[in-house]
């Protein structure tokens, strides 16, 4: 399907009486706050539904499953399960972070690349190995986690992160331990704070405890530490129910793979747990060489050479199912020019393009590599090696995407 490449809003209003995939032209604020600009977007609910259509036609999605849970506001988080192969279950999921637009685009064009490319029956290679995925993999895509705080992003903050929950607290005194047992006294008065970082609030064996980059909260027990730019982990682990609903999905569904998309930096992060996971490593080295084929490199890194958090969806996912390839993967742009002007919510539409062709025969491995139990045959195996008996069960779950062009 030849579109342009806009971005995506929940819904409006005014997408009712549209056909699918149309656009509408809505007034938002600019990242400076101190005017409008006009922006041209598609409808997530009105794209995924016929998306939803389409595949249902095919046989490749599942018409029962049309959303995972609800926002604090009540709007839907919309899914997408594609492909008839239940024993091997996949999550994508973008937008976390409400001003990170990219990440929704790049979890929805997954999706719809391959509902729109899938032929049965195939008539040649590439046709071959996506009827191939969606025969034996079972992959659910959520765009977009955070709805509440992605709608404040397009009507009265572009840079908005968190999602939208008060939370009205007395004041109190009280002592918060970071990730390596320093502790600082944290007061705060009586009053509400808004906006919780989702991607803080997971229950994972460390959630509660703060993390500093050079002085900085990167997670943080203090609720002044909400609002636009929250690094706040809420009041209690999973007390947010847009992850809620999330890590719900992944305790019922067992994953055997996940990717969760965020931005910026252009960096495959994984699991400092997942550091010594031959499995997992063989599978992330082998995704970060895709993309480097595209002519535009990632990094490929541990989560906390990034900084640490804690409460994190990438760390929740390892922890619901050990040993399985789960990653966290920013995207454009790499280095933001200093106005910071072309970040978040203002990269630009002519990125998307080329950052959903440099990402997308990543994703197609990484639900090709979901089907795949053996173990690489040595610890510390690199993707990349050639030898036919050195990690060969790695190897063949993503060196069939080299070369792979949308």
Same mark, same amino acid.
């Given at each position: 399907?030849?579109?342009p490449y806009?971005?995506?809003?929940?819904?409006?209003?005014?997408?009712?009486?549209?056909? !699918?995939?149309?656009?509408?032209?809505?007034?938002? /604020?600019?990242?400076?706050?101190?005017?409008?600009?006009?922006?041209?977007?598609?409808?997530l609910?009105?794209?995924?539904?016929?998306?939803?259509?389409?595949?249902?036609?095919?046989g490749?999605?599942?018409?029962?499953?049309?959303?995972?849970?609800?926002?604090?506001?009540?709007?839907?988080l919309?899914?997408?399960?594609?492909?008839?192969?239940?024993?091997?279950?996949?999550?994508?999921?973008?937008?976390?972070?409400?001003? &990170?637009?990219?990440?929704?685009?790049?979890?929805?064009?997954?999706?719809?690349?391959l509902?729109?490319?899938?032929? %049965? #029956?195939p008539?040649? %290679?590439? &046709?071959?190995?996506?009827k191939? =995925? =969606?025969m034996?993999?079972?992959?659910?895509?959520?765009?977009?986690?955070n709805p509440? $705080?992605?709608?404040?992003?397009?009507?009265?903050?572009?840079?908005?992160? !968190?999602?939208?929950?008060?939370?009205?607290l #007395?004041?109190?005194?009280?002592?918060?331990?970071?990730i %390596?047992?320093?502790?600082?006294?944290?007061?705060?008065?009586?009053?509400?704070?808004?906006?919780?970082?989702?991607?803080?609030?997971?229950?994972?064996?460390?959630?509660?405890?703060e993390?500093f980059?050079?002085?900085?909260?990167?997670?943080?027990?203090?609720?002044?530490?909400?609002?636009?730019?929250?690094?706040?982990?809420?009041?209690?682990a999973n007390?947010?129910?847009?992850?809620?609903?999330?890590?719900?999905?992944?305790?019922?569904?067992?994953?055997?793979?996940?990717?969760t998309?965020?931005?910026?930096?252009q960096?495959?992060?994984?699991?400092?747990?997942?550091?010594?996971?031959?499995?997992?490593?063989?599978v992330g080295? $082998?995704?970060?060489?895709?993309?480097? &084929?595209?002519?535009n490199?990632?990094?490929?890194q541990?989560?906390?050479?990034?900084?640490?958090?804690? $409460? %994190?969806?990438?760390?929740f996912?390892?922890?619901?199912?050990?040993?399985?390839?789960?990653?966290?993967i920013e995207?454009? !742009?790499?280095?933001?020019p200093?106005?910071?002007?072309?970040?978040?919510?203002?990269?630009?539409?002519s990125?998307? &393009?080329?950052?959903?062709?440099?990402? =997308? /025969?990543?994703?197609?491995?990484?639900?090709?590599?979901?089907?795949?139990?053996?173990? #690489?045959?040595?610890t510390?195996?690199?993707?990349?090696?050639?030898?036919?008996?050195?990690c060969?069960?790695?190897?063949?779950c993503?060196?069939?995407?080299?070369?792979?062009?949308?």
């Amino acid at each position: 399907m030849a579109r342009p490449y806009r971005y995506h809003v929940w819904h409006l209003p005014s997408f009712d009486a549209l056909p !699918p995939f149309s656009s509408v032209d809505i007034s938002c /604020p600019r990242l400076s706050g101190r005017s409008t600009e006009t922006k041209t977007v598609y409808s997530l609910k009105k794209d995924m539904e016929e998306l939803r259509r389409i595949g249902r036609t095919k046989g490749i999605v599942d018409d029962s499953i049309v959303r995972v849970g609800m926002s604090t506001e009540n709007l839907d988080l919309w899914a997408l399960k594609v492909g008839t192969g239940a024993s091997h279950k996949v999550l994508f999921t973008g937008d976390h972070h409400a001003r &990170e637009w990219i990440s929704v685009e790049i979890a929805y064009l997954v999706a719809e690349y391959l509902i729109q490319n899938y032929v %049965d #029956p195939p008539t040649n %290679d590439k &046709e071959k190995r996506i009827k191939h =995925l =969606l025969m034996n993999r079972q992959i659910w895509f959520v765009p977009m986690v955070n709805p509440d $705080g992605h709608r404040i992003t397009i009507t009265a903050n572009r840079s908005w992160r !968190p999602n939208n929950r008060s939370y009205d607290l #007395p004041a109190r005194t009280f002592e918060a331990e970071d990730i %390596d047992g320093n502790r600082r006294t944290i007061t705060h008065p009586a009053a509400v704070f808004t906006g919780v970082d989702i991607n803080r609030n997971y229950a994972t064996s460390t959630w509660g405890k703060e993390t500093f980059s050079f002085g900085v909260a990167m997670t943080s027990a203090d609720p002044r530490d909400s609002g636009a730019n929250s690094v706040w982990f809420g009041p209690s682990a999973n007390s947010e129910a847009e992850g809620a609903a999330i890590a719900a999905l992944m305790r019922r569904e067992n994953f055997r793979s996940s990717l969760t998309y965020h931005s910026f930096s252009q960096l495959i992060l994984y699991p400092d747990r997942g550091a010594g996971d031959a499995y997992l490593q063989a599978v992330g080295r $082998g995704m970060n060489d895709l993309i480097a &084929e595209r002519g535009n490199p990632y990094s490929y890194q541990a989560g906390s050479a990034l900084y640490h958090t804690t $409460g %994190d969806l990438m760390d929740f996912s390892l922890q619901v199912a050990p040993a399985r390839p789960t990653f966290t993967i920013e995207l454009r !742009p790499r280095h933001p020019p200093p106005s910071r002007s072309h970040v978040f919510s203002g990269l630009p539409e002519s990125e998307i &393009e080329p950052c959903f062709r440099e990402n =997308l /025969p990543a994703a197609l491995a990484l639900i090709n590599c979901a089907g795949f139990d053996a173990q #690489p045959d040595r610890t510390g195996c690199d993707a990349r090696v050639s030898a036919a008996t050195v990690c060969q069960a790695v190897r063949n779950c993503w060196e069939v995407f080299q070369g792979w062009v949308p």
